[in-house]
T-cell receptor
């Protein structure tokens, strides 16, 4: 059973637009929700993370929105740039435990 | 900060040989390290979790005798693929976590090709 469901599988956005990737989870014991960015041939890099006591967290152009009641969280990339073209993974974990990753979203930002 | 170095980045070897991959945390002490396998265009699949000085915990379906993990120090973990075969060809990625901290910091992966 997939613990974290991620959508869409792929996304095309024009330069300057907003990219939105969504994730949903079932296990209410999860208390940490990170987003990772991965370029081809490289390991994932931590972008931003949130805990369930906060509804939104913003770091630069990246924002996580968290809806505890709906058990959903999303990544918003404002003013998307071609350099943001990569695969994005959401994840969830229980306290100091392993990560459950989403299936990934391939983002293509058109110039 | 939180840099994880993985070596080698790419290795090609003949079927039947063993291959060792190293994962080092360069600027923090990694009490826990994780080893993942990633197939093209797919998500990360956790293979095992290792805590410094303890035996690794393997995920269901992962052969512990084939994928040997050693986490002998707070900065180094190794994955040895024993008697490798073409079906073991994949992208292997390690990650490390500091004591009490949640984020996992990833290495840049090792592309393993078995001929």
């Amino acid at each position: 059973q997939q613990q974290v469901k991620q959508s869409p599988q792929s996304l095309i956005v024009q330069k300057g637009g907003i990219s939105i990737i969504n994730c949903a989870y079932e296990n209410t014991a999860f208390d940490y929700f990170p987003w990772y960015q991965q370029f081809p041939g490289k390991g994932p890099a931590l972008l931003i993370a949130i805990r369930p006591d906060v509804s939104e967290k913003k770091e630069g152009r990246f924002t996580i929105s968290f809806n505890k009641s709906a058990k959903q969280f999303s990544l918003h990339i404002m003013d998307s740039q071609p350099g943001d073209s990569a695969t994005y993974f959401c994840a969830a974990s229980k306290p100091i435990n392993k990560f459950y990753f989403g299936s990934g979203t391939k983002l293509n930002v058109k110039p | 900060g939180a840099v994880v170095s993985q070596h080698p980045s790419w290795v090609i070897c003949k079927s039947g040989t063993s291959v060792k991959i190293e994962c080092r945390s360069l600027d923090f002490q990694a009490t826990t390290m994780f080893w993942y396998r990633q197939f093209p265009k797919q998500s990360l699949m956790l293979m095992a979790t290792s805590n410094e000085g303890s035996k690794a915990t393997y995920e269901q379906g992962v052969e512990k005798d084939k994928f040997l993990i050693n986490h002998a120090s707070l900065t180094l973990s190794t994955l040895t693929v024993t008697s490798a075969h073409p079906e073991d060809s994949s992208f292997y990625i390690c990650s490390a976590r500091d004591r009490g901290n949640q984020p996992q910091h990833f290495g840049d992966g090792t592309r393993l090709s078995i001929l």
